[in-house]
């Protein structure tokens, strides 16, 4: 292999690595843990059939998503509206109030994690968090190191929750019978970790990723896929882990509060299986994930907003995320939600708005060739897209009801 090969056989490999993690570190962030931790507290061993249907669920969208932004090689809003004319704007208008939704629920994510580890008041942790993100994302060498550290803690994260899981004691054999023979079925929290996963932002982060990083075109197809399909494989099995903890800790008879307004219930769940010292973990955990999903989410969002005028520029788009993680302060602090109901309420959202985003991409992949450099789309995988669309569609209409219920009651 000659230089030039393996230095772009190594960059390659790099994009890949940067793609999944971007994607598993936005999925595995305090929506993940604080979702997981309240569905499993209120449907019990019945949530197994959730956890793997959203599995399922994320594959088909993220292979589908992944594959064709890389082959476009377009973004998401500038793709939609080359193919639809008008429709990107509309998809970027959803995606930012969605990533607004989802600071929101991060910023609610780090307070409630400074409340763990020191007892600070959520409100007060949430508003030295953010202002903490905005102090890392406008320094550059910050943001370096904050990236280095959050592969530590996103280690240790994982470490947790199988330690976690391994002292509990979940009854496996009833979690693994009603993973296909639920008692009952609740589309709300379907629709609502499938939004916290692969919903709003999520969807399209990694993808971008690997188009700034130029992994692109056919030549590249078989790779994105394995990246794709790698990332979901990660969030999969740390979720039902992360569940079988949790329903270890619920089938021993502690009972877990989700509804008051301190409430935090993966922390709850964390200190009944590990103790204080692991209560404390947890804490550190949760808010350094919370501080870097405040980034993740608010930068995601403002790329989207270069689709309304080319004249934007890196600088204005710097401006932009700083101020939006302002303005989801600002509305934290006024809400006066809970919360573990502003991050359950944020995955909630943004699965309800994931339906239109992949109908543009399923449309794309079954009649527009040309954008792909004819390429042609796998049916199989175009025929289990349109599927899933179709599902998606029917799970929204199903519990937007109940996601809308559950903010308004809170």
């Given at each position: 292999?000659?230089?030039?090969?393996?230095?772009?056989s190594?960059?390659?490999?790099?994009?890949?690595?940067?793609?999944?993690?971007?994607?598993?570190?936005?999925?595995?962030g305090?929506?993940?843990?604080?979702?997981?931790?309240t569905?499993?507290?209120?449907?019990g061993?019945?949530f197994?059939?959730?956890?793997?249907?959203?599995?399922?669920?994320?594959f088909?969208?993220q292979?589908?998503?992944?594959r064709?932004?890389?082959l476009?090689?377009?973004?998401?809003?500038?793709l939609?509206n080359?193919a639809?004319?008008?429709?990107?704007?509309?998809?970027?208008?959803?995606?930012i109030?969605?990533?607004?939704?989802?600071?929101?629920?991060?910023?609610?994510?780090?307070?409630l994690?400074?409340n763990?580890?020191?007892?600070?008041?959520p409100?007060?942790?949430?508003?030295?968090?953010?202002?903490?993100?905005?102090?890392i994302?406008?320094?550059?060498r910050?943001?370096?190191?904050?990236d280095?550290?959050?592969?530590?803690?996103?280690?240790?994260?994982?470490g947790?929750?199988?330690?976690?899981?391994?002292?509990?004691?979940?009854?496996?054999?009833?979690a693994?019978?009603?993973?296909?023979?639920?008692?009952?079925?609740?589309?709300?929290?379907?629709?609502?970790?499938?939004?916290?996963t692969?919903?709003?932002?999520?969807?399209y982060?990694?993808?971008?990723?690997?188009?700034?990083?130029?992994?692109?075109?056919?030549?590249?197809?078989d790779?994105?896929s394995?990246?794709?399909?790698?990332?979901i494989?990660?969030?999969?099995?740390a979720?039902?882990?992360l569940?079988?903890?949790?329903l270890?800790?619920?089938?021993?008879?502690v009972v877990?509060?989700?509804?008051?307004q301190?409430?935090n219930?993966?922390a709850?769940?964390?200190?009944?299986a590990?103790?204080?010292a692991g209560?404390?973990?947890?804490?550190l955990?949760?808010?350094a994930?919370?501080i870097s999903?405040?980034?993740?989410?608010s930068?995601?969002?403002?790329?989207?907003?270069?689709?309304?005028?080319?004249?934007?520029?890196?600088?204005?788009?710097?401006?932009?995320?700083?101020?939006?993680?302002?303005?989801?302060?600002?509305v934290y602090?006024?809400?006066?939600?809970?919360?573990?109901?502003?991050?359950?309420?944020?995955?909630g959202?943004?699965?309800?708005?994931?339906p239109?985003?992949?109908?543009?991409?399923?449309?794309?992949?079954?009649?527009?060739?040309?954008?792909?450099?004819?390429y042609?789309?796998?049916?199989?995988?175009?025929v289990?897209g349109?599927l899933?669309?179709?599902?998606?569609?029917?799970?929204?209409?199903?519990?937007?009801?109940?996601?809308?219920?559950?903010?308004?009651?809170?």
């Amino acid at each position: 292999m000659t230089q030039t090969a393996l230095e772009f056989s190594k960059a390659r490999r790099s994009s890949l690595i940067a793609a999944i993690f971007m994607m598993a570190t936005s999925a595995i962030g305090p929506g993940f843990l604080t979702q997981t931790a309240t569905f499993t507290a209120t449907l019990g061993a019945a949530f197994a059939f959730g956890i793997l249907a959203s599995i399922l669920i994320d594959f088909v969208v993220q292979l589908n998503v992944w594959r064709i932004v890389t082959l476009t090689r377009m973004r998401a809003a500038d793709l939609a509206n080359t193919a639809i004319p008008g429709s990107g704007y509309v998809l970027a208008v959803l995606v930012i109030f969605g990533g607004l939704v989802f600071s929101l629920g991060n910023i609610a994510g780090a307070g409630l994690g400074l409340n763990a580890l020191i007892g600070l008041d959520p409100k007060w942790g949430g508003a030295l968090s953010a202002l903490v993100a905005i102090g890392i994302f406008s320094s550059h060498r910050a943001g370096v190191a904050m990236d280095r550290i959050m592969i530590v803690l996103g280690t240790l994260k994982i470490g947790l929750i199988i330690f976690a899981a391994c002292s509990t004691h979940p009854p496996l054999g009833e979690a693994l019978r009603q993973a296909v023979w639920p008692d009952f079925v609740d589309f709300a929290a379907i629709t609502t970790i499938v939004g916290g996963t692969v919903g709003g932002y999520i969807t399209y982060a990694g993808a971008h990723r690997l188009l700034d990083k130029g992994t692109v075109g056919v030549e590249n197809i078989d790779v994105v896929s394995k990246a794709a399909l790698t990332g979901i494989l990660v969030t999969g099995v740390a979720r039902y882990v992360l569940f079988l903890a949790i329903l270890g800790v619920v089938a021993s008879g502690v009972v877990i509060d989700v509804s008051g307004q301190g409430a935090n219930p993966a922390a709850q769940a964390f200190g009944a299986a590990a103790g204080e010292a692991g209560l404390m973990v947890f804490g550190l955990v949760l808010w350094a994930a919370g501080i870097s999903s405040v980034i993740g989410a608010s930068y995601t969002s403002m790329s989207f907003i270069t689709v309304f005028s080319s004249r934007i520029t890196e600088r204005t788009r710097h401006l932009a995320t700083v101020g939006f993680i302002l303005v989801a302060l600002a509305v934290y602090l006024t809400a006066g939600k809970p919360p573990a109901a502003l991050l359950v309420f944020a995955g909630g959202f943004n699965g309800l708005i994931l339906p239109l985003g992949l109908s543009i991409f399923m449309y794309v992949g079954w009649r527009r060739s040309d954008l792909m450099d004819g390429y042609h789309y796998p049916r199989w995988l175009l025929v289990l897209g349109v599927l899933t669309c179709a599902l998606s569609w029917y799970m929204a209409y199903k519990s937007a009801g109940a996601i809308f219920a559950f903010i308004n009651a809170a």
